[in-house]
């Protein structure tokens, strides 16, 4: 398929984080351009819970119940001017975005010994995948070698990041299910918008 080219809800939007069996070498992905380089990491879903990493594995964080914005917040600061009607407007200093998602918290994903409970505070930097989505795809795969069977098969909006799996906090709520919200930093520009053919 192609970018999405209509106007839609993001009901099948999927944000996942690649997790190969040792750390990556993030060094000398800050400034690739190219989708290939980002896509390749997203080959084959596992399971958080009891799956096992290895090259181009990746989890998708689940049950998300509100996705953020997603993209580089804008560093203008208004600056009052004496005599004038209106503030001037300035470039200030940009400060490193952070991603927070909620979710709807089910304790097997998060738990001590799963793929994305361990992953949280572990300093590990990871490659991460904001899929827009209006229909439902076949599978979560963006590497072009799965595309008609995956996210390929509809239309799709994809944006990379290279960030850390930064906190974890769960909401009790009593009449209500338990939701959590998830941060991640952002170590990287976004890239993208990306998508699979």
Known sequence: MTQISSIGAGLYTDMAMAVPSSPIDVSTLGSATVDTTW???????????????ATDTFVRIKNVREFPSIGTPPNIVNVPVYGQSQSQQIQGQSDAPSVELSLN??????ADGSILGDAVGDGNQYVFRFALMNSMPGGYSSDAINGPSDIGAVENSLYFWIGKLEALLVNPQLTDATTATVTMSVQSAFFGAFTVD
Do not use: L, M, Q, Y
């Not at 896509?39 to 990493?53: C, L, M, R, Y």
């Not at 918290?105 to 998060?110: E, L, Q, R, Y």
């Open 105 to 110: 918290f089910v304790a097997t994903d998060w």
């Open 39 to 53: 896509k390749d990491f997203f080959d084959v879903e596992i399971n958080s819970a009891g799956g096992t990493k």
